[in-house]
């Protein structure tokens, strides 16, 4: 198969939605490098996913049905994706860039003798030649990278990076593929997945979120971040490290691992926006930034920006927002 | 047991990056350089294992000789000793090349637990791990939040998106990424400063491993990134600055 092939994930029949995201992604970089885009879904029941799958613009799409790929395992995983990838020799295979593809993708990569691109943003042609993009330094560069050898380019897509609403609708054939697993294979023993607690703020919902980040240094700094929150009456979040120290729940944590975001105003102080956060509220409707470093890439995304020391912009800025409520 | 730990020496946290005239890379000169944070969460967790099993914990970093304050930091820090790659140039050595020349020399060793960070701060592939469990036929788990061994296998609990979590159980030898923040990281005693400075550091080379940076991708230019939106600064003293968001906020963005 020449071509793209666009790997989808799903749990228990439940899309990852990134995996639309990544469809959106193949279909452009089809048209771009004029060959088409094929879709896989693995699991141990697919036929729903792959009828729906089936109503967009691609050449085919491949339901991946073995009853080892039930509960999700690297090995099983690893096994019927290479298998299938020998079987078609596509051009390029897509993954989203979700926790469970950093799992196994590089494996699939590496067993073809290729190195896969991972948390790709972008691509272009040039002469002749695709280019891939994606960020170093947590966001602080970009980074253009080429494939040096002949056969098939790997590569994973950032969550938002591509738009699931331009997908192209369509028919598509499906097909019913069994990959050869055998159960003493496979070395992982999952066990079912759970939550550690009932999620108790819902950021989710807020239309006004005010998140502190590393910046502010203490535990006991916390409390001037939380006045401004509570004067502009927004909810508080945080980026992963003040969760990780403990000194807000977990709940509160915005980003790839946490609560993904989207309200009217989303001010982040002493946050510098490494990839992980910025995927997490880069939907946001107006972002401002407080933030020391002029070069931190969470002014990449901020419609506002204040270079400074949040210690005295803060207060500042607490004072003027009390006044102008009051007034 | 016996705990190989893959760590890498990255440049600093808050460091001010500027590209080469050519585009090609960083400016290196100037830099600060610092361990690569969950590679040092992956050493905490090995040092915790080895408190509790017995055995030994060996680091491993492939780099030039700057690595080895990064080396030392680490057996000051308790491990027991390491083994240095020496390549000045591993900037074109692309991430399956790196974890070939890992992996080769991490089965010198026949490790009964390989642990490394889930990414590095710097190229942020989140591969290198994982393409040396497949290289080296071991079973693997990522992002782990925890890693016990229980009856002579592993179980380690790994997060999943969206703040669900789920154990996964493998025999050993095996390899697990681990994920950053999930323990309290040690600081060297002046005593583990000292001792470190007599523990074995084994120097080994691409050549002698049998391993060459041919790269499948390469990485053609570095670039500032395009700001996604125009960004408007606010200037002028904190005041003014105050003032002036509390304006937008008020008529633009209307949330006050």
Redesign the interface.
């Known amino acids: 198969m020449s071509g793209i092939l666009v790997v989808t994930e799903q749990t228990a029949g439940v899309w990852?939605r990134m995996s639309f995201e990544t469809l959106a992604a193949g279909q452009q970089l089809a048209r771009t490098l004029g060959k088409s885009a094929s879709a896989v879904v693995f699991g141990s029941e697919t036929g729903p996913l792959a009828a729906e799958l089936a109503g967009y613009q691609l050449e085919r799409v491949i339901a991946l049905e073995h009853e080892l790929l039930g509960s999700y395992?690297?090995?099983a995983a690893?096994g019927a994706l290479s298998w299938l990838i020998a079987k078609l020799e596509p051009d390029v295979v897509l993954f989203p860039h979700?926790?469970?593809v950093?799992?196994?993708a590089?494996?699939i990569?590496?067993?073809a003798?290729?190195?896969?691109?991972?948390?790709v943003t972008g691509f272009h042609v040039e002469s002749g030649v695709l280019?891939l993009e994606?960020?170093?330094?947590?966001?602080?560069?970009?980074?253009?990278?080429?494939?040096?050898?002949l056969g098939t380019v790997f590569a994973s897509v950032q969550a938002s990076a591509f738009r699931a609403d331009t997908l192209e609708p369509g028919t598509a054939a499906v097909e019913s593929l069994t990959p050869p697993l055998v159960a003493a294979s496979i070395?992982?023993?999952?066990?079912?997945?759970?939550?550690?607690s009932a999620?108790a703020v819902d950021l989710t919902a807020a239309?006004?979120i005010v998140a502190v980040g590393r910046g502010i240094h203490e535990e006991g700094n916390i409390a001037l971040v939380a006045e401004l929150a509570e004067a502009?009456g927004a909810e508080l979040a945080a980026s992963?490290?003040i969760c990780?120290?403990g000194w807000l729940p977990?709940?509160r944590q915005v980003g790839?691992?946490?609560?993904l975001v989207s309200p009217?105003?989303y001010l982040a102080v002493g946050i510098s926006g490494a990839?992980q956060h910025l995927v997490g509220m880069?939907g946001s409707?107006?972002?401002?930034a407080i933030n020391k470093?002029a070069?931190a890439?969470i002014?990449?995304?901020?419609?506002?920006?204040?270079?400074?020391d949040l210690f005295?912009?803060v207060p500042?800025?607490i004072?003027?927002?009390r006044?102008?409520?009051n007034g | 047991m016996k705990i190989l730990v893959a760590i890498k020496q990255v440049p600093a946290h808050d460091s001010r990056l500027f590209i080469e005239p050519t585009g090609e890379w960083i400016e290196e000169n100037d830099l600060g350089y610092e361990v690569n944070e969950p590679d040092a969460y992956a050493l905490e967790c090995a040092l915790q294992l080895k408190e509790q099993h017995g055995g030994e914990v060996i680091v491993m970093c492939a780099g030039p000789a700057r690595v080895s304050s990064t080396i030392r930091e680490a057996l000051a820090k308790g491990a027991d000793r390491a083994l240095h790659i020496e390549e000045d140039d591993l900037r074109h050595w692309d991430n399956l090349s790196v974890a070939q020349l890992l992996a080769k020399a991490a089965q010198t060793e026949q490790p009964d637990l390989v642990l490394t960070g889930l990414q590095s701060d710097d190229l942020g592939f989140g591969q290198t791990g994982v393409i040396m469990a497949e290289l080296m036929g071991l079973p693997h788990a990522t992002l782990a939040m925890s890693v016990e061994v229980v009856d002579g296998r592993l179980r380690v609990k790994c997060e999943l998106e969206g703040g669900w979590f789920q154990y996964v159980s493998m025999p050993l030898p095996a390899l697990v990424t681990i994920q950053s923040g999930i323990l309290r990281l040690r600081y060297a005693t002046l005593m583990g400063i000292k001792r470190a400075k007599t523990k074995e550091v084994r120097k080994i080379t691409p050549a002698e491993l049998g391993a060459a940076g041919e790269p499948g991708i390469t990485l053609r230019r570095i670039y500032a990134p395009h700001s996604l939106k125009q960004t408007q600064m606010l200037a002028g003293s904190v005041q003014e600055q105050a003032a002036q968001l509390v304006e937008k906020l008020k008529h633009e963005v209307r949330v006050i």
């Open positions: 990852n395992t690297a090995d690893t979700t926790y469970r950093r799992d196994f590089p494996c990569a590496a067993r003798g290729h190195a896969l691109v991972s948390d280019v994606r960020l170093l330094f947590q966001g602080k560069l970009n980074a253009d990278y080429t494939s040096s050898v070395r992982q023993q999952p066990e079912p997945p759970f939550r550690e999620r239309e006004l502009l992963r490290p990780d120290s977990m709940e790839s691992s946490g609560q009217k105003l990839i880069k409707r107006t972002i401002v470093d070069s890439p002014f990449e995304v901020a419609d506002y920006g204040i270079v400074g005295d912009f500042a800025l004072e003027q927002v006044k102008a409520k």
